[in-house]
């Protein structure tokens, strides 16, 4: 009996080793206010607890893999926790990495930070999506020009998973969809899970843009499961198993005008704003139209 090996499949493969980087969403009007089945059946303790143990098993996954989550909420996003720089811990000589305080003694006590300096605010519902994508992107971008390489020398490939439960932020489709873009053209994976009641068409639109997977998990309470089973498995390893696929995408865009998401609109010719109603100047890039014509009715 002979064993042979794919050589192309060996040549191909690369270190897995990858940088998380998970936008957890902490909004103090869904769960600690909300009414929703979903945020009385899973609760933000068990929702933390679920977050945190999947953290911890991503990181035994791989020896270099790399870790850093971002709270957003509706007053802004902050870090709550940050793999050490592997390099700076070999002067120290723990390997792996030691940490100060556990995964999950930092996540908490920020969280509680957050939850109490928002509880009196009269802030907007909307946590800041487009902001935490930024503010990931531009992690990502610092971590790579630091030339963090894996075990067999490849760059860390890099990767966003966004936990959401609130409905879409529709008055920040274009900043979100600006944010997107400049993902695909890093080459950085947005996954989406939505957690709350409704699907969500941004993330699906951004796994569909970046190559990445959107999942609105039926059974929100067995959160760890969705997450161990499908979001822990790096991008690399997505091309020979079989991952889920959304059916459907919902490409619904959002009116630059009053921020909403509409089915049928009007495009500017110019530059290609998009609009609920018809209005002779376009408030974007100032084209006066000579007629109605002019601006292009889409679905």
Partial sequence: MTCSYNLNLMSEATDDASLLVLLLEI?????????????????????????????????????????????????????????PNPEEQKDSGHDPPAYPESVGEQVFKKVQAIMQSSAGSSASTSP??????????????????????????????????????????SAQYIAVMNSLFAAQRMQVCVDGCAVGGCDSPLLQQAALLSGGIYLH?????????????????????????????????????????????IDVGYVCSVCLSIFCESCPRCSTCGTEYASQSDAIAAK
Avoid at 218 to 246: G, H, N, W
């Fill in 128 to 169: 800041l999506l487009s902001g935490a994508i930024s503010i990931a992107l531009c992690y990502i971008q610092r971590i790579l020009g630091q030339g963090t390489v894996g075990v067999m020398g490849s760059v860390l490939s890099p990767r966003l998973l966004v936990l959401s439960s609130s409905p879409d932020p």
């Fill in 27 to 83: 909004n103090p009007q869904f769960w600690l206010l909300g009414e929703t089945g979903v945020a009385k059946a899973l609760g933000l303790q068990k929702y933390l607890e679920q977050v945190v143990v999947f953290i911890n098993a991503y990181l035994l996954l791989h020896s270099r893999n790399r870790v850093a989550v971002i709270a957003m909420h509706p007053t802004g996003c902050d870090f709550l926790f940050e793999t």
């Fill in 217 to 261: 998990p039926p059974c929100p309470s067995a959160l760890l499961i969705y997450l161990l089973q499908v979001f822990a498995v790096d991008t690399f390893t997505r091309k020979y198993t079989e991952m889920p696929q959304s059916a459907v995408v919902d490409f619904r865009a959002s009116c630059f005008c009053h921020k909403r998401s």
